[in-house]
């Protein structure tokens, strides 16, 4: 079984920074694709990041490009979510998740792994 645990989350001013971590352990932990979403109150679950394991071409939302930097370690198996220029609107919280595809990185049905989330909060 897979399981997918995030953690780094917490509380930040605005303009601040946070680094979120997602390790995965398991059996024939096996992912072509890696992605952090996140989900406010009251709304869907939105895509923020990926990551493409082989070659590590990365992808972003428009909302945080240039503001959130994806990476992986393959050896760590790990994940990672620079956030810096943090905006109140970013405050949610944070799930990362895995698949073996490698298209609709951006489409949440696409992952079969998810982690418990963590709570990013923003204040102004």
């Known amino acids: 079984q897979v399981q997918l645990v995030e953690s780094g989350g917490g509380l930040v001013q605005a303009g601040g920074s946070l680094r979120l971590s997602c390790a995965a352990s398991?059996?024939?932990?096996?992912?072509?694709?890696m992605g952090w979403f996140r989900q406010a109150p009251g709304k869907e679950r939105e895509f923020v990041a990926a990551?493409?394991?082989?070659?590590?071409?990365?992808y972003y939302a428009e909302s945080v490009k240039g503001r959130f930097t994806i990476a992986g370690d393959n050896a760590k198996n790990s994940m990672y979510l620079q956030m810096n220029s943090l905006k109140p609107e970013d405050t949610a919280v944070y799930y990362c998740?895995?698949?073996?595809?490698?298209?609709?990185?951006?489409?949440?049905?696409?992952?079969?792994?998810w982690g418990q989330g963590t709570q990013v909060t923003v204040s102004s």
């Open positions: 998740a895995g698949t073996t595809r490698i298209t609709n990185y951006a489409t949440p049905e696409t992952y079969s792994y």
């Open positions: 398991g059996r024939s932990f096996s992912s072509n694709t």
């Open positions: 990551i493409r394991w082989t070659g590590g071409r990365t």
